[in-house]
């Protein structure tokens, strides 16, 4: 049997067990939001007995927006990449209150694309807070901003117009080391791979080497994003980014933002973020040994998570969460997953028996514990959906 059919056989044996709740009114909303104030503690999570398999509703909902005041001032035990949402503002204020414990801050606010005239032109500029920067900055211990550029809509034709044009190509390059330049930033987070479909990778390799050289030229960083090991209905194959690739571009970039997060909801079917032994087999199939090497992999850390009925799932931030813990206190029951070291959180609402897989302050810390095991870092997608808890962690 496999586990998603063990986890709606689950889900069938609830429906007869939990008793069914209606969904948020506007009036409890405002109760959840209003509940209570941050507090800053001197006892860690960890002192606090906090991280821990045995999990109940009642403990997240007194604990999460406390956290331990000294690790303020700490920086991370893990190298760590943050990623901060223009549709998450939450995420503005963490990077500035836990600044120290990222080495890199990505904003997700850029967009490079390809106009008709065969001109390059960067969007988003409009989602750009120098003030906000600046503060991180001052705040941070030699926090780097490093925005996520995103190859946005590029068709296969816009590609090959690219390679085939050596002036194009200089052109690209100087339009995105200016512009970073221009506003002031560490560097980029570039994100090409997933967007390039077809071809030979070999203009691909020339594409980013280019890029790279410019930026460390000025003095700047560049990181890759890149794809995990691949996911098949009958067996795990390599993906689309290879021991070769890497093996070629680690000399040439300063690290790999590896995605390894939304294992299940690709399929649509109930089942983990993130299983512990496929984030540790996407690393191996790029770095067998842990060496040198393996410190340039930044191994996905979602801190978002998946609400599934029988029909599909849709994603869970941390509001949400919050809302659906507290409607659920009393006849949700949280489930330890050893084996993907994940919780699970079975619940009831409008008649139908559901889970849901978010993180908690033990399936991070099983994560960070392999990141450094493996000599990793890590990458948050993204700071804006995850409690306020979750930082001592890192």
């Known amino acids: ?167 194009a190509m200089t052109d690209l390059v100087a339009t995105v080391v200016n512009f970073i330049k221009a506003h002031g930033f560490d560097g980029i987070v570039l994100e090409l791979w997933m967007q390039f479909q077809g071809g030979s990778k070999h ?50 970039v300063d690290g790999f933002s590896m995605m390894t997060y939304d294992y299940s909801s690709h399929g649509g079917q109930a089942g983990p973020n993130a299983p512990l032994e496929w984030v540790k087999q996407s690393v191996k199939a790029l770095s067998p040994e842990s060496n040198e090497q393996s410190k340039k992999i930044y191994i996905g850390l979602n801190f978002y998570g998946m609400d599934y009925s029988p029909s599909g799932g849709s994603a869970l931030i941390g509001d949400r969460y919050i809302e659906l813990l507290t409607k659920h206190k009393s006849d949700g029951t949280f489930t330890w997953e050893k084996t993907i070291g994940e919780h699970s959180f079975y619940y009831k609402a409008g008649g139908i028996t559901r889970v849901a897989f978010y993180p908690t302050l033990k399936s991070i810390s099983e994560r960070i514990n392999l990141a450094k095991e493996l000599g990793v870092g890590v990458a948050i997608w993204e700071i804006g959906q995850g409690l306020d808890y979750f930082y001592e962690l890192l």
Not at 229 to 241: A, T
């Open 1 to 167: 049997m496999t586990s998603c059919s063990i986890i709606f056989l689950t889900l069938i044996l609830l429906d007869v067990l939990c008793v069914g709740d209606g969904t948020l009114s506007k009036s409890d909303k405002k109760k959840v939001k209003n509940k209570r104030s941050k507090e800053l503690l001197v006892k860690t999570v960890f002192e606090r007995g906090l991280v821990a398999e045995d999990v109940k509703p009642k403990d997240i909902l007194k604990n999460y927006e406390s956290y331990c005041k000294t690790t303020l001032d700490e920086s991370a035990s893990v190298n760590s990449l943050a990623y901060v949402t223009p549709w998450h503002r939450k995420g503005y204020e963490i990077a500035k209150t836990f600044a120290k414990r990222f080495a890199y801050i990505s904003p997700v606010w850029l967009q490079l694309k390809r106009r008709r005239t065969g001109n390059f032109v960067i969007e988003g500029t409009h989602d750009i807070d120098g003030q906000w920067i600046k503060e991180v900055q001052t705040l941070g211990n030699n926090t780097k901003i490093v925005p996520r550029l995103l190859f946005d809509k590029w068709s296969s034709s816009d590609f090959h117009s690219l390679f085939s044009n050596d002036n």
């Open 203 to 252: 203009e691909l390799y020339l594409l980013v080497s280019r890029l790279a050289n410019s930026v460390h030229s000025a003095n700047l960083k560049i990181i890759l994003v890149v794809p995990p090991l691949e996911i098949s209905d009958s067996r795990r194959s390599q993906g689309m980014f290879s021991k070769e690739d890497f093996a070629l571009l680690y000399p040439v």
